[in-house]
């Protein structure tokens, strides 16, 4: 089946700086990557929709300019959570579509976060 | 109303009992439907798709209402590596998925 790695899979970082997570995919090509962040016991929320060669489209509430996303290659996306905040800590999850058409996602195996 | 709602349970079966889940959602124009498992502290992962004709795959049924805006998901003859959290996810516009909170499941022996 297809694979999604994810990189660091645990980071514990102090208040105030950035942390960059990576996303690839590694036995297929994805045009689109989307990045989730997960609280304990709460839904899987989407923060963006991370496109190949363009800009990610936010959702609302997420702040653009504090969750950097860059999708370079059709098999790496980057989420950059900068001037982290203990509030930022939480799992974030990224997912991949394969880009020959299927819906079905791929998701990698998560970012745990802890800010303090 | 929220997008898609799941009864966050959690269902306590035990080990053989038949055990099912419904997923409600808003959009009446969404057009994809998936099951996943997330096993505790790790990505979630695909289980099935649900078509609008239903579908199976061994002791797992899944069944779209689309007059009722809701899915199931139906497992047969529980077993003890089942309990999970089961999240139910609806593709709305350009397949961008919306995610229940998922249905907490606990199969004893």
């Known amino acids: 089946g297809a694979v999604v790695s994810q990189h660091p899979s645990r980071v514990i970082c102090k208040s105030g700086t950035s942390v960059k997570i990576e996303c690839r995919s590694l036995d297929f090509q994805a045009t689109t990557m989307f990045w989730y962040r997960q609280f304990p016991k709460k839904s899987l929320m989407l923060m963006a929709t991370s496109n190949e060669g363009s800009k990610a489209t936010y959702e609302q509430g997420v702040e653009k300019d504090k969750f950097l996303i860059n999708h370079a290659s059709l098999t790496l996306s980057t989420l950059t959570v900068t001037s982290a905040h203990p509030e930022d800590s939480s799992f974030y999850i990224c997912?991949?579509?394969?880009?020959?058409?299927?819906?079905?996602?791929?998701f990698g195996p998560g970012t745990r976060l802890l800010v303090l | 109303r929220k997008e898609v709602e799941q009864d966050p349970g959690p269902f306590n079966v035990p080990e053989g009992a038949t055990v099912a889940f419904n997923c409600t959602y808003s959009n009446s124009a969404s057009q994809s439907f998936f099951w996943y498992r997330q096993d505790c502290r790790k990505e979630p992962k695909l289980l099935m798709s649900?078509?609008?004709s239903g579908n199976e795959d061994g002791r797992f049924t899944a069944q779209l209402n689309r007059a009722s805006q809701y899915i199931s998901l139906l497992i047969r003859d529980s077993k003890l590596s089942d309990s999970a959290t089961y999240l139910c996810?609806?593709?709305?516009?350009?397949?961008?998925?919306?995610f229940g909170r998922g249905t907490s499941l606990i199969v004893h022996p």
């Open positions: 997912s991949a579509r394969d880009a020959r058409g299927a819906e079905t996602q791929y």
């Open positions: 649900v078509y609008s």
């Open positions: 996810a609806v593709n709305r516009g350009s397949y961008i998925p919306t």
